[in-house]
Nanobody, 117 residues
Framework: QVQLVESGGGLVQAGGSLRLSCAAS????????MGWFRQAQGKEREFVAA????????HYADSVKGRFTISRDNAKNTVYLQMNSLKPEDTAVYYC??????????WGQGTQVTVSS
């Protein structure tokens, strides 16, 4: 199976930056894509960003486009989410998601991001 571990969350002031990491282990040779979702308190989990495992095709939610950047380091089996110009509305638990070539989904346990005003 595939194991995903997120890190890098924390408390920052509005306008600040954070970089989240998602380290993957296990049967990663079958990975198709990885991405980030977030879930604010009392809200539905929503898509944030995604990147193909091979190539550089990326997608972003409109709410984070221009502020967040997703990237991948294949040598470290790690996906990153660079978050700049953070806003209080970015406050949420951020979850890493991986999708295999057989369309199997794997989730990390999440990391808390809190942006103060």
């Amino acid at each position: 199976q595939v194991q995903l571990v997120e890190s890098g969350g924390g408390l920052v002031q509005a306008g600040g930056s954070l970089r989240l990491s998602c380290a993957a282990s296990g049967r990663i040779f079958s990975m198709h894509a990885m991405g980030w979702f977030r879930q604010a308190q009392g809200k539905e989990r929503e898509f944030v960003a995604a990147i193909a495992w091979s190539g550089d095709n990326t997608h972003y939610a409109d709410s984070v486009k221009g502020r967040f950047t997703i990237s991948r380091d294949n040598a470290k089996n790690t996906v990153y989410l660079q978050m700049n110009s953070l806003k209080p509305e970015d406050t949420a638990v951020y979850y890493c998601k991986a999708i295999s070539q057989r369309a199997t989904a794997y989730w990390g346990q999440g990391t808390q991001v809190t942006v103060s005003s």
